[in-house]
């Protein structure tokens, strides 16, 4: 009898084997798509993150230009005028764009439309500049190094 008893005992452990077996390559072939899946939406994502950030810096460099190519900034009420949210200065920042892209006080003041002494100024902290040169600012902070020298 125990001989019966082992033998039976054998053969549903081989079962039990032999169905674990199945579902776990049933399993493996879910997690090998799922893992693929996976890799292609993080590829489609930063794909997606990389044309975002271009279309952000286009945007950007377009707003600047058009800014720096007007010799009279619109009235804050004026159709069409920038986006009305409210800029911090900050001197030693000025001064540091300044001193990475370069360029001297009086070049930096014809980017942002006004004169070298102005920027001078402000990096000294003997002046601050008011809301439309703050948006004129920022929008040359947007610049590359390459496109503030053209």
């Known amino acids: 009898m125990t001989q019966l008893a082992s033998?039976?005992?054998?053969?549903?452990?081989?079962?039990a084997r032999k169905e674990a077996r199945a579902?776990?390559?049933s399993l493996k072939k879910a997690s090998t798509q799922h893992r693929s899946?996976?890799?292609q939406l993080r590829r489609e994502v930063a794909e997606l993150q990389k044309q975002l950030r271009?279309?952000?810096?286009?945007t950007?460099?377009?707003?600047?230009?058009q800014l720096a190519s007007a010799s009279r900034p619109a009235a804050p009420d004026a159709p069409g005028a920038p986006?009305?949210?409210p800029r911090r200065f900050s001197a030693s920042r000025l001064a540091a764009h300044r001193a990475k892209l370069g360029i001297s006080a009086a070049a930096y003041g014809q980017l942002v439309g006004i004169g070298g002494q102005t920027?001078?100024?402000w990096e000294q902290g003997k002046s601050r500049p008011n809301a439309q040169q703050l948006q004129q600012l920022a929008a040359v902070r947007a610049l590359s190094k390459r496109e503030t020298l053209e």
């Open 119 to 121: 920027i001078f100024n």
């Open 37 to 39: 899946a996976i890799a």
């Open 23 to 25: 579902e776990i390559e």
């Open 60 to 65: 950007a460099r377009q707003t600047a230009r």
């Open 7 to 15: 033998v039976l005992r054998a053969e549903i452990v081989r079962v």
């Open 83 to 85: 986006d009305a949210t």
């Open 54 to 58: 271009q279309a952000g810096r286009e």
